[in-house]
């Protein structure tokens, strides 16, 4: 009877533990998005499957057995809504559809299917800040100063002929109005101007956006990415910002965007969105852009009752591999009020490969920082190419450039056309995205960094990818364990433990490019059991030995 029940229990446990993609909680409480592993798509850029040179969703559909071999448990699409494409689809003309360019809500419907079939959720990217100034709310706003939809937007007179509102500048360059001569106002627009901000002070803004994100719920979405949250709000007086004599790359005065961003109202806003989503039980990420923890914290709401998943992003400005910034930065975020999420790469940034590659051991360092924010304790989001080692690739004329970032700040900013290049799937024509003319180069590494010629490598980033990705899901102490560091003062390797009840995992990572020895008996272990290691790092006794930028990940014992 009693080993009965036991092994009753021990099932149970196992199968919580083990429950991966399914949702509700495993014995340690976690939900399923904590032990995910996201992956952002980038749509244009992923599989091109009806050959016009722009990724679509049936592309994506096409490679969801790739991604499940991967590791994958959740994929972000970046929107893949009708769109002008002004911002390259953060501009949102109708947030209830597929652009005609990347497929049919049948479409979309069949991508969900197959993924759900496989295990993996869908995370939609949901652009909260402002619509597409082609938006029927928009066009609606725009035809006459007494059109109900006329409050949906922020309209305001001019301070005098040629004079907008105040100050603000746009981050996309130029003052943040844009005129209108038929209604004699201007309307505000924090990114492009094709990007009018919507009012969210506005009830009824704030109602019918709601009332998208249970559209998706119902049609099975697991959550979204909230872009650009810190925008939502305005002062109201509209006072301007203070400004300082310097210029920013794109030949505006830098100023503190105290009355534009961050506003306390943005916490309203996250609430109310977060109320529907726990109706579907679904997670919200966030874009949010924190200057330090105690920013973050607020993200994650007093009561939890905000973001589950603030993206922290101040783990990108670490930007070379300092053992001791990224120690500090991993503690912040452990100490934070909420889940950790890890995030090195995005459609924004330029790639981590270009980030911490020293430009010999680039693929090395490539796998270190996979083995990294991989076997952290919190939830990380992969960016596509990452898993292969895809380099930043920026246009190098200004003919060139999409991104309307680049167009206004060439040659001092050149845009994000560098991190958004076609996907690397083989060693044929156009890396095989696409049997037509990609409408981003593909940068020439597709001859070096594929996922053809990469799967066949064991020693390829690619496969690390998948052997790390593998380890994640299935050790007990790196799904459910605590972060512990060691070592703290090692300027050269980072090292920290996950332990999970009589469970210790070691991850050793040497950030320099020479030979290193760390010591395992200062924390109290006689001996290490290889994980997954690089060839020459390995340990003996209570010393291990790390290859310049080797890699060692091991179950510890005393
Ligand atoms: C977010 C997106 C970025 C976009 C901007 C405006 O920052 O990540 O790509 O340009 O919002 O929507
Ligand atoms: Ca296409």
């Known amino acids: 009877m009693h080993s009965r029940f036991w092994l009753i229990i021990a099932l149970v446990f196992s199968s919580l533990l083990a429950f991966g993609q399914n949702s509700g909680k495993d014995a340690e409480g976690h939900q399923w998005w904590q032990h995910a592993v996201f992956y952002e798509i980038y749509p244009r850029s992923f599989a091109d499957s009806n050959n016009d040179g722009i990724g679509d969703l049936n592309g994506i559909a096409s490679k969801l057995d790739y991604l499940k071999e991967l590791g994958i448990d959740a ?5 893949c809504f009708p769109s002008p494409q002004v911002d390259f689809g953060y501009d949102v003309s109708d947030y209830e559809d597929i652009d005609p360019m990347y497929g049919t809500l049948a479409d979309f419907d069949k991508l969900a299917a197959a993924a759900k079939e496989r295990g993996i959720h869908i995370i939609l990217d949901f652009v909260v800040n402002h619509t597409s100034d082609q938006h029927k709310w928009f066009l609606a706003s725009k035809s006459s100063r007494t059109n109900e939809y006329r409050n949906w937007y922020i309209w305001r007179d001019g301070r005098g002929p040629n004079q907008p509102p105040n100050n603000w500048t746009s981050e996309f360059g130029g003052s943040a109005w844009k005129f209108d001569p038929p209604t004699n106002q201007y309307y505000y627009h924090f990114f492009y101007a094709g990007q009018p901000d919507l009012n969210w002070r506005n009830p009824k803004v704030e109602s019918a956006m709601f009332d998208v994100t249970r559209w998706w719920y119902k049609r099975g979405v697991s959550g979204f990415r909230l872009d650009a949250v810190d925008t939502l709000f305005e002062d109201p007086a509209l006072k301007d910002n203070p400004q300082d004599s310097e210029k920013n790359a794109l030949g505006d005065f830098k100023q503190e965007r105290i009355y534009n961003q961050k506003l306390p109202e943005v916490h309203d806003a996250l609430r109310g969105l977060r109320k529907v989503a726990d109706e579907y039980d679904a997670v919200l990420i966030g874009e949010t852009w924190t200057n330090d923890i105690a920013e973050l914290n607020k993200y994650y709401g007093e009561s939890n009752n905000e973001l589950q998943l603030p993206m922290d992003f101040l783990f990108t400005k670490v930007d070379k591999l300092s053992p001791a910034e990224f120690r500090k930065q991993i503690a912040a975020v452990n100490a934070a009020s909420g889940w950790p999420t890890f995030v090195i790469s995005n459609h924004d940034i330029e790639r981590s490969y270009d980030r911490y590659g020293d430009g010999h051991h680039n693929d090395e360092i490539a796998k270190l920082m996979g083995a990294l924010y991989l076997t952290l304790r919190g939830t990380p989001i992969m960016y596509y190419g990452e898993e292969i080692g895809m380099k930043t690739t920026p246009p190098t004329r200004k003919e060139e450039v999409k991104d309307p970032v680049g167009r206004v700040g060439w040659p001092k900013e050149k845009g ?53 990705l593998k380890l994640r899901h299935t050790n007990p102490a790196l799904m459910e364990g605590n972060y512990v560091p060691v070592n703290e003062s090692d300027q050269s390797v980072l090292s920290y433990l996950r332990t999970y009840r009589d469970q210790t995992v070691l991850i050793a990572l040497n950030m320099t490019g020479f030979m290193q020895k760390i010591s395992l008996s200062k924390s109290g272990f006689k001996s290490a059991a290889s994980l997954l290691a690089t060839s020459k790092s390995a340990a003996n006794g209570d010393t291990v030995t790390l290859e310049p930028f080797g890699i060692y990940i091991a179950q510890l014992a005393k």
Request: overall charge negative; hydrophobic content about 35%; proline content about 12%.
């Open 75 to 79: 994929i972000w699409i970046s929107p």
């Open 416 to 468: 994000r056309d560098g991190e958004r290049t076609p996907m690397q799937w083989d060693e044929s024509a156009n890396a095989g995205f696409s049997a037509a003319k990609p409408w981003l180069p593909v940068p020439p590494t597709y001859k070096t960094h594929n996922v053809a010629d990469e799967s066949k490598d064991p020693n390829s980033v690619l496969s690390f990818y998948k052997s790390v």
